[in-house]
T-cell receptor, first 111, second 112 residues
Framework: AQSVTQLGSHVSVSEGALVLLRCNYS??????LFWYVQYPNQGLQLLLK??????LVKGINGFEAEFKKSETSFHLTKPSAHMSDAAEYFC?????????FGSGTKLNVKP | DVKVTQSSRYLVKRTGEKVFLECVQD?????MFWYRQDPGLGLRLIYF???????EKGDIPEGYSVSREKKERFSLILESASTNQTSMYLC???????????FGPGTRLTVT
């Protein structure tokens, strides 16, 4: 069975600080992994995806994530947080035609 | 750009009513999905469809049904709405050869 664990339902950083959102997954097959972002009262927007090519994946808005098979992790990072990054972030793993989402991490950015 | 639209952004219904949530995508995607989103629980899959008239149950299908008569349209039906179905409902689509899902803006349903 697939599952996704996001550590920390709320993360707060200061503007300009490093953003680190954690995601660990369990998968019985090599996974496809995704990070999505959701702004208030909107749907989910793809930030980046890992599809078994390069282990360091760059996405939109300066975000990137590194696939670490030995740690079954796919943590999301951004070197310098911006106020506009405040949103909820979801990690997801794909198995065949189904996606499994984590419970989400709300990122708060303090001025 | 892929566009997924949902018929309503906000909906208020009474207990026992039959509720239809509509989703339309414009990218000729084979796969369409319905999720509900609740705080602290992330997204949970209700049903998905991989072709016209084809459907499969997701993780929480109880109390819901779906219909896909045309490739671009996927409907979620609450046969008899209950208060525990108050939630945000998200529709998504994905091409047969694509990886990611594309999401609609969501419908916030309140059942009173």
């Amino acid at each position: 069975a697939q599952s996704v664990t996001q550590l920390g339902s709320h993360v707060s950083v200061s503007e300009g600080a490093l953003v680190l959102l954690r995601c660990n997954y369990s998968s019985s097959v090599p996974p496809y992994l995704f990070w999505y972002v959701q702004y208030p009262n909107q749907g989910l927007q793809l930030l980046l995806k890992y599809t078994s090519a390069a282990t360091l994946v760059k996405g939109i808005n300066g975000f990137e994530a590194e696939f670490k098979k030995s740690e079954t992790s796919f943590h999301l990072t951004k070197p310098s947080a911006h106020m506009s990054d405040a949103a909820e972030y979801f990690c997801a793993v794909q198995n065949f035609n189904k996606f499994y989402f984590g419970s989400g991490t709300k990122l708060n950015v303090k001025p | 750009d892929v566009k997924v639209t949902q018929s309503s952004r906000y909906l208020v219904k009474r207990t026992g009513e039959k509720v239809f949530l509509e989703c339309v995508q414009d990218m000729d995607h084979e796969n369409m999905f319905w999720y509900r989103q609740d705080p602290g629980l992330g997204l949970r899959l209700i049903y998905f469809s991989y072709d016209v008239k084809m459907k499969e149950k997701g993780d929480i299908p109880e109390g819901y049904s779906v219909s896909r008569e045309k490739k671009e349209r996927f409907s979620l039906i609450l046969e008899s709405a209950s208060t525990n179905q108050t939630s945000m409902y998200l529709c998504a689509s994905r091409g047969a050869k694509g990886y990611e899902q594309y999401f609609g803006p969501g419908t916030r349903l309140t059942v009173t």
